[in-house]
């Protein structure tokens, strides 16, 4: 690899996320690139195509982007693979795929990278391009979670949960929405609300159910802003106090919680 594509690589940690690519905030030199590109060099390839995909240094043009990460990807280059399929999948410059996008993914996936893994189980799990396996979506969030990931620890605390893919296990969905929610996944915080509030999985503790719907309502959740609101209105793990009740109640209701709305009603009718 040559002293410039080391350089690029460095400033250039490029990785599309929901299809977007974030490139540094100075333009790296397109002619260089493209005349690298146009020699063969993957890596700058696969630069030359996420600089057409953010308009970074040249006019965006989708079609250019995946032009180019085709070629890098054909490469074997893991990160051009891996955008590849998210073009496929968002349909960026090509028709929408996502059988294409499962290939691109599963290739690049064989070389590691964790968002390829989330990428992958939500395919299998959505049935996108793929048919619905419940079995193979775990096997993708497990290795994703594995990798500390708050979103699969997540997602497989839910499906062992809920029984897909995975034998219906509380003890296990605790653990996972414990990890996710630990580095302040909202999801998994009102998860283990939830698990805390009927005792699944663990001793039911309306202190810690309490405890955990706060956490997720402080970050927005309109849910869990209308249990908080009703555990302090009505006493449960809280001291009462129907005052902080009702502001939170009213919270989830101008956050669009319909249910929180109904109930706020109910309250300022009595």
Request: proline letters at 0%; one cysteine or more; a neutral charge.
């Amino acid at each position: 690899m040559t002293l410039l594509n080391k350089l690029l690589i460095r400033k250039l940690i490029v990785f599309l996320i929901a299809a977007i690519l974030s490139l540094p905030a100075m333009a790296l030199d397109f002619d260089q690139t493209q005349r690298l590109a146009n020699q063969g060099d993957a890596e700058a390839q696969f630069i030359l195509g996420a600089m057409y995909y953010n308009g970074e240094g040249v006019r965006q043009d989708y079609i250019k982007a995946v032009e180019w990460t085709q070629k890098s990807a054909d490469q074997g280059v893991g990160s051009a693979q891996y955008n590849l399929g998210v073009m496929y999948d968002k349909g960026l410059g090509v028709d929408q795929d996502h059988v294409k996008a499962i290939e691109w993914y599963q290739k690049a996936a064989n070389l590691w990278d964790i968002n390829v893994e989330m990428k992958l189980s939500v395919m299998y799990n959505k049935s996108l391009g793929v048919r619905q396996d419940h079995v193979k979506a775990v096997e993708w969030y497990q290795k994703a979670a594995s990798q500390g990931d708050a979103n699969a620890q997540y997602m497989l605390g839910s499906m062992y949960a809920k029984d897909k893919g995975v034998h219906q296990d509380y003890v296990k969905a605790i653990e996972w929405y414990q990890k996710a929610a630990s580095q302040g996944n909202i999801n998994a915080q009102f998860s283990l609300g939830i698990m805390y509030y009927y005792g699944k999985g663990v001793r039911q503790d309306y202190a810690k159910a309490a405890e955990w719907f706060q956490k997720a309502a402080s970050q927005g959740d309109t849910y869990a802003q209308f249990m908080t609101g009703f555990m302090y209105y009505s006493g449960k793990g809280v001291s009462q106090n129907t005052v902080t009740g009702k502001e939170w109640i009213r919270k989830s209701c101008e956050n669009g919680y319909q249910e929180g709305c109904d109930y706020y009603q109910i309250l300022n009718e009595r």
